[in-house]
Structures are given as C-alpha cells and as structure tokens.
Nanobody
C-alpha cells in the first residue's frame, strides 16, 4: 500500500512562490495518477490539478492555471506542486492523493498548510 507525505508548506507573501512535495512509500507509485487538492477554512475541498502516471499529462483548475505546475519524479517516488504568483485566496491546506485504476482518489496525505499574506 502506498503512503503519502506532503511537505513544503509555509507562510509566504502575495506574489511569492512555494514548492510542495508529495513523497510516496511503496514501489508501485508510478501506477497511480496523483492529484493535488486544497481546502480553505469554511470551504469544500477542491481539485487543484493532477498528473498522469508517466507525468506527460496534466490538468489544472482554472483558478491556478498558468501559476501552478505539477511534476513528478517516479524514480524518487515524489510529485511536486510548484506554486508561483501566489495570492491570498490560495491560502488553504494542500493535500496530495493517489488514484487507483478506477480513478478514485483512495490514498491521501496528511496535508500541509499554505498561508499567503497580502
């Protein structure tokens, strides 16, 4: 079973950048799609973006398109979320999740807090 651990969150000023990492245990990580999600206080969790098993295909929510980039290094069992031009509305707990063959995100990390000050 794959386990996920996020890191890299923190406090940053608006316009700044952060890179989140999602490190996976297990030798079958490359078999999973991986998504990044976020949840702000009082709001529902939303999909930020996702990356295919081989890293070739990505999808981004409109709210982050052009500012965030997802990549993965399967040799290191790690997926990254590069966040540039951060805005206060990006403040949230960010989670990575792995999807099984049916497309269900059934493995979740514990989350990492990102706070963007104005």
């Amino acid at each position: 079973q794959v386990q996920l651990v996020e890191s890299g969150g923190g406090l940053v000023q608006a316009g700044g950048s952060l890179r989140l990492s999602c490190a996976a245990s297990g030798r079958t990580f490359s078999n999973y799609f991986v998504g990044w999600f976020r949840q702000a206080p009082g709001k529902e969790r939303e999909l930020v973006g996702r990356i295919s098993r081989n890293g070739v295909n990505t999808y981004y929510a409109d709210s982050v398109k052009g500012r965030f980039t997802i990549s993965r290094d399967n040799a290191k069992n790690t997926v990254y979320l590069q966040m540039n031009s951060l805005k206060p509305e990006d403040t949230a707990v960010y989670y990575c999740a792995a999807a099984n063959g049916a497309g269900t995100y059934n493995i979740w990390g514990q989350g990492t807090q990102v706070t963007v000050s104005s």
